[in-house]
């Protein structure tokens, strides 16, 4: 059959329609350590599985994935499996969806589409894809959107980072011949996600969880995301999803119309798409096919009539400002719907709490990004860590800010659901700044998300309000500490002032292990 496309315009409008039926905002929560495992957020459970922790520099010890799987290659499938199981359940999967969460954000190393390993040099544990399939359909019962982040990439995207499976200077992402697995990744995960049933919740897919800031370092980058938006729209455009663009169209005969990974490889010989994406797509078709007899998908892969009604993705990138030196605007290369996501962290930011508010109080972020064409914005990693023992009362205008700022763009997910409770983590002292269901337990978050337990949190700490303090706590329900300095706060924060605030896992983890 052949789909024609009609040449809709790509407008905001239809990024409305793309979402149509789903959360406008989003309440969200990252499963970090789930499926790429980052021990500071599980010490004792890593010890318990046979890792270690060694301090400052991750590269000397059983840190991550990657060296537990060396270390233990006769094992580490079960270890895993065993961790996979437990680390995330069916019972969170209920106490999230009664806290209001709308949205998660799965983070995913490449080697959850096994194939793409390269064997033996590289070494990951096997199986996670069962336990994604199983939690993706727990989410979906529970009507629970998510997003899956490419999370780990192959080769890593930065440098000493177990977020990335593998503790290595040696940054190999930024080549074509790891851009180009990223991209098969990206054609299997766009095939699940419209054709396995368990995916059904899936509404977008992230391309590249912070890569390097310094966009000097990521050579070809913008080509990438190019190809990135590309490889979901050609999977898509191959099953006959009607993709907002005059600029691309595929035909797919009738002898292999019930015979998607068949079509797949008569759309990767179509010159409309990049060399680059051609070369994904046929080699994902095997990929396909290996899963579709893993996981008893091969009917729906290979023998059905295609579903012609879906809904196009939505690509995601890190917003254009995530990197400097002149980035690539992921903006300049949208076919159908894309939205951008940022990440904030103050754990280096200072000993002073007032300056944490007028931070965020007065976040650029949305509008800069907006300026550039980066809209919607959501904000997929933050927490309440500060760089000083922050007090309960802090920590409730901590909460309640960040999430009025987030709020003001298409939403937040925090970092992250949940943080282990043992001696290593000092009790529930991490948990109080980095868990969500621990600060749900302590009051920090509203019961239901969009609440906040003081509308009026930022009013001393933004110029409009600033001198109308009569009304500027009345409605607080409790908690407020603010009063006292709403006359006296200095503003306003520089233009650029935000910048030097921003950490990523970087910084955090030298203050962790310092
Ligand atoms: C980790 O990175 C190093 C340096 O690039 C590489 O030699 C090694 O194969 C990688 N390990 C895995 C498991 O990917
Ligand atoms: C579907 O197409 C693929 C790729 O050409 C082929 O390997 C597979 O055997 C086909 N499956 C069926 C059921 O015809
Ligand atoms: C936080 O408290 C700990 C002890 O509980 C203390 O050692 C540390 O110096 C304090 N940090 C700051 C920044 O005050
Ligand atoms: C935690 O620390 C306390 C006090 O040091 C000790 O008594 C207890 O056995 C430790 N618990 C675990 C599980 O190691
Ligand atoms: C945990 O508590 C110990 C002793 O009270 C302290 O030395 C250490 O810095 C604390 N660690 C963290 C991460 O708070
Ligand atoms: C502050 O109050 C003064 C006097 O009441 C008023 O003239 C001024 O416009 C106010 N400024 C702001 C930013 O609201
Ligand atoms: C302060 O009170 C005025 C008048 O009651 C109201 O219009 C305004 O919205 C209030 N400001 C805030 C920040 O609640
Ligand atoms: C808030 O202001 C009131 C009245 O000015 C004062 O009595 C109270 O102590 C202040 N609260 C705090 C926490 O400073
Ligand atoms: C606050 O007011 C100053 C001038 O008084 C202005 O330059 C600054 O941009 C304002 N800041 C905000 C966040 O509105």
Redesign the pocket.
């Known amino acids: 059959m052949r789909h024609i496309l009609t040449g809709l315009v790509l407008s905001s409008t239809f990024f409305a329609c793309a979402w149509a039926g789903q959360p406008t905002h989003i309440y969200g929560v990252n499963l970090g350590s789930w499926l790429v495992l980052e021990l500071w957020m599980l010490p004792q459970g890593w010890v318990d599985m046979g890792g270690q922790l060694c301090g400052a520099d991750c590269s000397t010890c059983i840190s991550t994935e990657s060296a537990f799987a060396k270390a233990y290659p006769d094992t580490v499938d079960t270890t895993f499996a065993q961790h996979w199981d437990t680390w995330f359940t069916q019972s969170d999967v209920s106490t999230l969806k009664a806290a209001g969460i709308n949205t998660v954000r799965i983070p995913l190393g490449y080697w959850i589409v096994e194939d793409l390993v390269d064997s033996p040099s590289e070494s990951y544990p096997r199986g996670g894809l069962a336990y994604l399939r199983r939690g993706l359909g727990w989410l979906q019962d529970a009507g629970i959107q998510v997003i899956l982040d490419h999370h780990a990439l192959p080769g890593v995207q930065t440098a000493e980072q177990m977020f990335t499976g593998n503790c290595t200077t040696d940054v190999q992402f930024y080549t074509p011949y790891n851009y180009g697995r990223a991209l098969v990744w990206t054609a299997v995960m766009t095939t699940l996600s419209h054709l396995d049933p368990d995916f059904g919740n899936v509404f977008a897919i992230e391309a590249a969880n912070e890569p390097i800031n310094d966009a000097a370092q990521t050579p070809d980058y913008g080509t990438f995301q190019e190809n990135f938006v590309q490889t979901i729209r050609a999977v898509e455009l191959t099953l006959g999803i009607s993709v907002p663009s005059s600029k691309l169209s595929v035909s797919v005969s009738a002898s292999v119309s019930n015979n998607f990974t068949a079509a797949l490889i008569e759309t990767s010989s179509s010159t409309i798409f990049s060399a680059e994406v051609q070369a994904a797509l046929s080699e994902a078709v095997p990929i396909i096919i290996g899963i579709g007899s893993k996981y008893s998908l091969q009917t729906i892969f290979e023998a059905s009539p295609f579903k012609q009604s879906g809904t196009p993705l939505v690509a995601n990138f890190m917003d254009v400002n995530w990197q400097y030196n002149n980035p690539p605007n992921p903006a300049d290369v949208a076919i159908g719907p894309q939205a951008y996501d940022n990440h904030l962290y103050y754990s280096s930011a200072g000993n002073d709490p007032t300056s944490y508010m007028i931070n965020i109080c007065n976040l650029p972020e949305i509008q800069a990004d907006a300026a550039l064409g980066n809209s919607p914005l959501w904000f997929g990693e933050w927490s309440l860590d500060t760089q000083f023992n922050a007090t309960d009362a802090f920590l409730y205008q901590w909460a309640d800010a960040q999430k009025l700022a987030y709020s003001k763009g298409a939403g937040w997910i925090y970092w992250n659901f949940k943080i282990e409770t043992s001696n290593l983590t000092n009790g529930t002292a991490r948990a109080r700044q980095w868990s969500y269901l621990e600060g749900l337990e302590l009051g920090f978050f509203t019961q239901d998300p969009a609440a906040l337990h003081d509308p009026n949190v930022c009013a001393p700490y933004t110029n409009s309000t600033s001198n109308s303090t009569s009304n500027s ?1 009345s409605s607080s329900t409790s908690h ?6 709403s006359s006296s706060v200095p503003l306003p924060i520089p233009a650029t002032g935000y910048r030097p605030l921003l950490y990523s896992m970087f910084s955090l983890l030298s203050l962790i292990f310092l």
């Open positions: 706590t407020s500490t603010s009063n006292s300095t």
